[in-house]
């Protein structure tokens, strides 16, 4: 590892604007953090280019460190807080930092008019200290300090009005439910770290940790990545710990598209992707994995299929989508994993910003059944989301297609995968294309269906908010062709690229995918072509057709338009539950048992005292009488003795 010691400042930026914001920017005024917010994460982009054209330099698996200072000595642990860029952590940190610019760039105009604007780029700055410790640290502590601090900056950004009662509510269960699964990861944290300390390895790095992985039996191995993965679960928004995120949406829609689409959900593919020596020593996890993320898949895009706010509709999407990643992750492909977070990180976060510009242009309106006919108004918006669409629906030659094409073929043909895995994969490819273009039809196309003072005001948002969009929308065009399918022009580079990394690279898998790959990608396309032209006929040609349907078949309208009754399910179970166990608790434990003892025990001493007091009565003639009562007794007692 080639030490460097400018990756320090790829962290000590958003540092110094978390600083400025806390101190200086109240009192030199709003603008002034409209600038610096975004600035300094424009200079940690910079700074973590240079390091890219760096690592690029350096024979492959290579990577560069800093070493910054002393953090914890304790017996046989020492930890030294580090930052590690290699080709995995150079990835993320371009992701984070680059679109993590482009929506504080965003976030500028889109927040022009808030009084508490100076707050909020103090958590978004925050928020990139905290995701760039999550991907730069080289130790598995250092990296869970990244991981709570985002969840913290969830809650702080989601809950961002909190003046409203659901957007507090919605930070907090954000909160809670992170909790949930970062119990889970630090069980599996301790569990490796007590595995190799017993072995006499004392380390939380991760460079140690693969390096002695031999040292994990494959029971403790699963146990491990099991725990870690509930982690995953609560922080990617996975089934059972997915409930938080579609609340989440309701931040600024800033924040919607740079944690909740690009960054932070993306944290547990990334901790999978880190710690793939340990997943791929246990095939009961990787199924697990497997599992998790393909139902996740299409149980989050059947309930987009009806959403009515433009949010909620791109939250769902979002855990559909991040369940593609956790399928890639669990039949071991995990550079198609990576591949399809980044191109992902491009066309969810134009999506968000999309809809940010949609909003703003609409006086803050979010239903989709009030809007219609806005790409005349809103020309730069329509075609920018209408690229963000065809990516994520896997249109051919758009980056998600690419990426979601890698993430089927090996679900198909990987030893870890199944024919189920790779068919439950398409079948969310059909219900992602018909969705979204159910969403793009029903925002720009038709008659404006918002009342006539809404409809008179709509227009294009300032250059500011634009500007993001039409770069994110080249991202989202051209950000596939890093990693093209075997014999299309120079091949899966992003995979070549990863594969010292990771536990095993998709590259010689791919490239051996020969004429089966043909036909995989030709039924990817089928299906995105199918749920497109079926959005086609229901939204545009023949729009009576889903009214008409959800009459026929009322229960299962109603049901993924409530979303399953998940959220009441917990309510009535977990949430009852806990609140009944906590009111038992407090009657019985705290009050009849504890309160009790201390009460009982004061209550005796209490009538003991009542007794003393008839003898302690302070006059001095009684005492004088209980003295010669006292002699008249002893003189008694040896005379008649």
């Known amino acids: 590892m080639v030490n460097d010691s400018w990756l320090r400042w790829i962290v000590i930026l958003p540092l110094a604007g978390v600083l400025f914001h806390a101190f200086a920017a109240p009192r030199l005024g709003r603008h002034s953090s409209a600038i610096v917010g975004p600035a300094v994460v424009g200079l940690a982009f910079a700074c973590a280019l240079a390091a890219f054209v760096r690592l690029l330099g350096l024979e492959a698996g290579g990577a560069l460190g800093d070493r910054m200072f002393p953090w914890i000595e304790a017996g046989h642990v020492k930890v030294a807080a580090g930052l590690r860029f290699d080709a995995l952590s150079a990835v993320m940190t371009m992701i984070v930092t680059g679109v993590g610019f482009l929506i504080h760039v965003y976030s500028a105009g889109y927040m022009e008019h808030d009084e508490d604007s100076v707050r909020y780029f103090l958590y978004l700055n925050l928020f990139m200290l905290s995701m760039l410790l999550l991907v730069l640290g080289d130790s598995i502590l250092l990296f869970f300090v990244g991981w709570e601090g985002v969840g913290l900056c969830s809650y702080l950004l989601i809950g961002f009005w909190y003046d409203k009662t659901e957007n507090a509510d919605a930070g907090k269960k954000a909160f809670i439910v992170n909790r949930i699964g970062d119990a889970g990861f630090l069980l599996g944290l301790m569990l490796l770290f007590w595995t190799l300390g017993g072995k006499g390895v004392w380390t939380l790095d991760f460079a140690e940790f693969r390096a002695h992985a031999d040292l994990i039996s494959p029971t403790v191995a699963t146990a491990a990545a099991l725990l870690l993965f509930v982690g995953a679960t609560g922080k990617s928004a996975q089934i059972p710990l997915y409930v938080w995120l579609p609340d989440a949406m309701a931040g600024p829609t800033p924040v919607s598209a740079l944690i909740h689409a690009a960054t932070m959900v993306t944290a547990g593919v990334y901790m999978i992707a880190r710690m793939s020596f340990l997943y791929s020593m246990s095939p009961t996890a990787l199924h697990v994995v497997a599992a998790i993320g393909a139902t996740t898949a299409v149980f989050a895009a059947t309930i987009g299929l009806v959403q009515n706010d433009i949010k909620k509709v791109l939250?769902?999407?979002?855990?559909?989508?991040?369940?593609?990643?956790?399928?890639?992750?669990?039949?071991?492909?995990?550079?198609?994993?990576?591949?399809?977070?980044?191109?992902?990180?491009?066309?969810?976060?134009?999506?968000?910003?999309?809809?940010?510009?949609?909003?703003?242009?609409?006086?803050?309106?979010?239903?989709?059944?009030?809007?219609?006919?806005?790409?005349?108004?809103?020309?730069?918006?329509?075609?920018?989301?209408?690229?963000?669409?065809?990516?994520?629906?896997?249109?051919?030659?758009?980056?998600?297609?690419?990426?979601?094409?890698?993430?089927?073929?090996?679900?198909?043909?990987?030893?870890?995968?199944?024919?189920?895995?790779?068919?439950?994969?398409?079948?969310?490819?059909?219900?992602?294309?018909?969705?979204?273009?159910?969403?793009?039809?029903?925002?720009?196309?038709?008659?404006?269906?918002?009342?006539?003072?809404?409809?008179?005001?709509?227009?294009?948002?300032?250059?500011?908010?634009?500007?993001?969009?039409?770069?994110?929308?080249?991202?989202?065009?051209?950000?596939?062709?890093?990693?093209?399918?075997?014999?299309?022009?120079?091949?899966?580079?992003?995979?070549?690229?990863?594969a010292p990394v990771l536990a095993h690279g998709d590259a010689v898998e791919h490239a051996e995918g020969g004429s089966l790959e043909g036909v995989l990608m030709a039924a990817s396309v089928v299906a995105a072509l199918a749920g497109i032209a079926l959005a086609y006929v229901f939204y545009l040609r023949s729009p009576e057709i889903p009214a008409d349907l959800a009459r026929r078949f009322r229960a299962v309208y109603d049901t993924l338009l409530n979303k399953y009754w998940v959220d009441e399910l917990y309510d009535a179970t977990i949430v009852a539950g806990t609140l009944a166990l906590a009111t038992g608790l407090w009657k019985v434990v705290d009050a009849l048992l504890i309160d009790g003892v201390v009460n009982g025990v004061g209550a005796v001493i209490s009538a003991q005292s009542a007794i003393w007091r008839r003898v302690q009565t302070g006059n001095v003639q009684h005492y004088a009488l209980t003295f010669l009562g006292g002699v008249i007794l002893v003189v008694g007692y040896f005379l008649l003795r």
């Open 315 to 498: 939250a769902y999407s979002t855990v559909s989508q991040l369940g593609y990643m956790f399928l890639a992750m669990g039949v071991g492909a995990y550079a198609s994993g990576i591949f399809h977070l980044m191109t992902h990180a491009f066309f969810k976060g134009l999506l968000f910003l999309g809809a940010g510009s949609v909003i703003h242009g609409m006086s803050g309106e979010q239903d989709i059944r009030k809007m219609g006919g806005l790409r005349e108004k809103m020309p730069i918006t329509f075609w920018t989301f209408a690229i963000a669409c065809c990516a994520i629906a896997g249109v051919p030659l758009f980056s998600g297609f690419f990426s979601k094409d890698a993430i089927l073929f090996h679900a198909f043909t990987s030893p870890n995968g199944h024919p189920v895995l790779w068919a439950m994969g398409l079948a969310g490819a059909v219900l992602t294309a018909f969705y979204m273009f159910r969403l793009l039809l029903l925002t720009f196309f038709g008659e404006c269906r918002a009342d006539p003072h809404t409809a008179e005001h709509v227009h294009e948002s300032p250059p500011s908010m634009t500007v993001p969009l039409v770069v994110l929308a080249v991202l989202s065009v051209v950000g596939g062709y890093v990693g093209l399918p075997a014999g299309w022009l120079w091949g899966d580079r992003f995979a070549g690229f990863l």
